[in-house]
């Protein structure tokens, strides 16, 4: 168990719709990353929140937003959905702001878009 | 940008055979972390290794940062030990992935 929780596990939803993704860190840990899986492009960064405030942007879509709150949870808002939109979206997490320690993942939120 | 190259791609082994997995850089070698990724879609942080080598049981990997490669070994393989393997490079706040190498152990 790496101590990173993401719920929920899976998500069917429809084109058009809107989802919100949530993980919680590991305890102690202050950086929240969020990464898409696809089986097209293989594992993707999409941003990078610490302590509250976004750190760094990958191949984050517009209709894709996160957030980080005051308790370090975080959650990523996918809108608009498309159908390639469906793929594994994995949290992870490390102690300091840059990736000088272990990155430790969640088990993903698998979303298929119909 | 930062091209992060494994090899090989797919790998079969007999349960007890020993295997070495590599991964190659573009540039500098910069917090380079191992990862297995288990058939049900888990991501395990195996080791993190910007240079010299680590063991941890039956793994142990190896980075040689001057020369822009990593190796992990897995000696005695189990099936329990099936799924992707996946090199990372920072860069920035950024990790970048190999493409992985799809290890299948046979019992």
């Known amino acids: 168990d790496s101590g990173v929780t993401q719920t929920p596990k899976h998500l069917i939803t429809a084109t058009g719709q809107r989802v919100t993704l949530r993980c919680s860190p590991r305890?102690?840990?202050?950086?929240v990353y969020w990464y898409q899986q696809s089986l097209d492009q293989g594992l993707q960064f999409l941003i990078q929140y610490y302590n509250g405030e976004e750190r760094a942007k990958g191949n984050i879509l517009e209709r894709f937003s996160a957030q980080q709150f005051p308790d370090l949870h975080s959650e990523l808002n996918l809108s608009s959905l498309e159908l390639g939109d469906s793929a594994l979206y994995f949290c992870?997490?490390?102690?300091?702001?840059?990736?000088?320690?272990?990155?430790?993942f969640g088990n993903g939120t698998r979303l298929t878009v119909t | 940008g930062i091209q992060v190259e494994q090899s090989p791609p797919d790998l079969i082994l007999q349960e007890g055979a020993n295997s070495t997995l590599r991964c190659n850089f573009s540039d500098s070698v910069n917090n380079l972390q191992w990862f297995h990724q288990n058939p049900w879609g888990q991501l395990i942080n195996l080791f993190y290794?910007?240079?010299g080598t680590k063991q941890n049981g039956r793994l142990s990997a190896t980075t040689v940062a001057t020369e822009r490669y990593s190796l992990l070994y897995i000696s005695s393989s189990q099936t329990t030990d099936s799924g992707v393997y996946f090199c990372?490079?920072?860069?920035?706040?950024?990790?970048?992935f190999g493409e992985g190498t799809q290890l299948t152990v046979n019992p």
């Open positions: 305890s102690g840990d202050l950086s």
């Open positions: 990372a490079e920072t860069s920035g706040s950024r990790l970048t």
């Open positions: 290794i910007p240079s």
């Open positions: 992870a997490s490390s102690v300091g702001q840059g990736l000088n320690s272990p990155l430790h």
